[in-house]
């Protein structure tokens, strides 16, 4: 896909979504694919626009409803670009916590998709429900850890949907000292069902698939980045999140009503198989561990081990969590005092699904002017038709209709895209020449 300049307003955008609809055109002539397209046709839900003229204490909540499965990403992303620009450093308390909010979004986002989006594929299920029939104690293992990871979220935002603990400038509260022991013993509790996870994810047969695609990433000095980092690429860029759209475009495709993301004019892949690649020497000792055990060789250039990568961020997850409320108190106040300035407010973190990089025009008012949301699965998306196209190649053109149509939602739900969280949500036409 060649690089070219953004065509649409960037004030009506197409973004990741809730829910959603696609559909895959593929046709194949002579053993040669001469068409794909995965299309995306869900109608636009115009957040951005929204958010003009919205005061910045509105903004964290209001970004929270662009995804109900990754509400903290939104959140965090935007309350820390916006704290960037008023010159706000917030308490050590309130960074920790921050780290430990997006840590049980990622225990949740990553084991509802590994129990009840993928894994059902590989075992020959068409749902959630079939896999439960054939490994019981996995499933009812992924849903315990699942439910962790939303009751972690609730310990800050006080509830695990569209949570509303977050503001600019630290937290509206603090939880008591009581509850985060009870949620620290569950969090050890955890750790050897996460070890046992990774186990069993590692030993699920997948494609043998390598391919050839760049990582991208944020990278951090001693942690494994999650809130905070600079942005890298498997082939060396590292740049901080300020100059993102210098290295990164997006353009409109006339199939698809969510934008493609591309660099130095190429397809590149974001999410957890992308911080795995680029992050594994900061795992914790305990992960690198269960990392080796599994045999998994890094970087992969097999994209079906985003499987494994999930469940090693898991018990990623679980281990900073446990570190970071270990030595919790109850702070003298959750937040520091704001004072707005006009600017321009960036911030970028890693949502379960990949980077999201905020944008926001503030005037001295402290209002939004304009806004700018890239989500993971936009990025994605071209890698996904990319990855579809050469996934399709090495799996062979000769297969049945109904054998094509099965690898290719293996390879779509792979991804953990932002359109529908349902089993079967593509319809696939195929034309044989």
């Known amino acids: 896909m060649g690089e070219q300049k953004r065509t649409v307003s960037i004030h009506v955008p197409v973004l990741a979504r809730v829910e959603g609809e696609g559909a895959l055109d593929l046709r194949i002539e002579d053993g040669d694919i001469t068409e794909l397209r995965l299309r995306i046709f869900e109608p636009p839900r115009f957040f951005e626009k929204?958010?003009?003229?919205?005061?910045?204490?509105?903004?964290?909540?209001?970004?929270?409803?662009?995804?109900?499965?990754?509400?903290?990403?939104?959140?965090?992303?935007?309350?820390?670009?916006?704290?960037?620009?008023?010159?706000?450093?917030?308490?050590?308390?309130?960074?920790?916590?921050?780290?430990?909010?997006?840590?049980?979004?990622?225990?949740?986002?990553?084991?509802?998709?590994?129990?009840?989006?993928?894994?059902?594929?590989?075992?020959?299920?068409?749902?959630?429900?079939?896999?439960?029939?054939?490994?019981?104690?996995?499933?009812?293992?992924?849903?315990?850890i699942q439910a962790l990871g939303n009751?972690?979220?609730?310990?800050?935002?006080?509830?695990?949907?569209?949570?509303?603990?977050?503001?600019?400038?630290?937290?509206?509260?603090?939880?008591?000292?009581?509850?985060?022991?009870?949620?620290?013993?569950?969090?050890?509790?955890?750790?050897?069902?996460?070890?046992?996870?990774?186990r069993w994810a590692a030993g699920i047969a997948v494609p043998q698939d390598d391919q050839a695609f760049?990582?991208?990433?944020?990278?951090?000095?001693?942690?494994?980045?999650?809130?905070?980092?600079?942005i890298a690429t498997s082939d060396g860029l590292l740049i901080e999140p300020e100059v993102f759209d210098e290295h990164f475009t997006e353009q409109q495709q006339a199939h698809s009503t969510a934008l493609f993301g591309s660099y130095r004019g190429q397809p590149y892949l974001v999410g957890p198989l992308a911080r795995l690649n680029l992050n594994h020497e900061r795992l914790p000792e305990r992960v690198k561990a269960l990392l080796d055990e599994t045999g998994l060789v890094?970087?992969?250039?097999?994209?079906?081990?985003?499987?494994?990568?999930?469940?090693?961020?898991?018990?990623?997850?679980?281990?900073?969590?446990?570190?970071?409320?270990?030595?919790?108190?109850?702070?003298?106040?959750?937040?520091?005092?704001v004072s707005p300035r006009a600017g321009i407010a960036i911030g970028c973190t890693e949502a379960p699904r990949g980077l999201l990089?905020?944008?926001?025009?503030?005037?001295?008012?402290?209002?939004?002017?304009?806004?700018r949301i890239v989500p993971p699965t936009s990025q994605n998306q071209a890698r996904i038709e990319q990855d579809l196209r050469l996934s399709l190649l090495n799996f062979g053109l000769d297969h049945a209709d109904g054998a094509l149509r099965l690898h290719c939602e293996k390879v779509i739900?792979?991804?953990?895209?932002?359109?529908?969280?349902a089993t079967h949500f593509l319809r696939m036409k195929v034309e044989r020449g």
Request: hydrophobic share 45%; net charge negative.
């Open 50 to 144: 929204f958010l003009e003229g919205r005061h910045y204490t509105e903004i964290p909540d209001m970004v929270a409803r662009i995804c109900g499965i990754c509400p903290v990403a939104y959140q965090v992303t935007a309350a820390q670009a916006l704290e960037k620009l008023f010159g706000v450093e917030l308490d050590p308390w309130a960074r920790d916590m921050r780290r430990v909010f997006y840590c049980g979004e990622w225990i949740q986002s990553h084991s509802l998709h590994i129990h009840l989006l993928a894994a059902p594929d590989f075992f020959g299920c068409d749902n959630a429900i079939e896999l439960a029939k054939i490994a019981p104690e996995e499933v009812r293992r992924g849903l315990r």
């Open 151 to 198: 009751e972690l979220m609730e310990l800050f935002g006080a509830r695990s949907v569209h949570p509303v603990g977050i503001r600019v400038g630290g937290f509206h509260g603090a939880p008591a000292l009581s509850r985060v022991e009870e949620i620290r013993e569950k969090l050890r509790a955890a750790l050897p069902e996460a070890e046992a996870l990774i």
């Open 214 to 230: 760049v990582s991208v990433a944020m990278r951090h000095a001693h942690d494994y980045a999650i809130e905070a980092g600079t």
């Open 298 to 337: 890094l970087p992969s250039r097999n994209l079906f081990h985003s499987l494994v990568a999930r469940a090693l961020e898991i018990l990623l997850a679980l281990h900073e969590a446990l570190r970071l409320l270990d030595a919790y108190r109850v702070p003298d106040s959750p937040a520091v005092p």
């Open 357 to 371: 990089w905020h944008r926001y025009e503030m005037d001295d008012e402290g209002r939004a002017v304009n806004a």
């Open 413 to 421: 739900r792979n991804y953990d895209p932002c359109i529908s969280c």
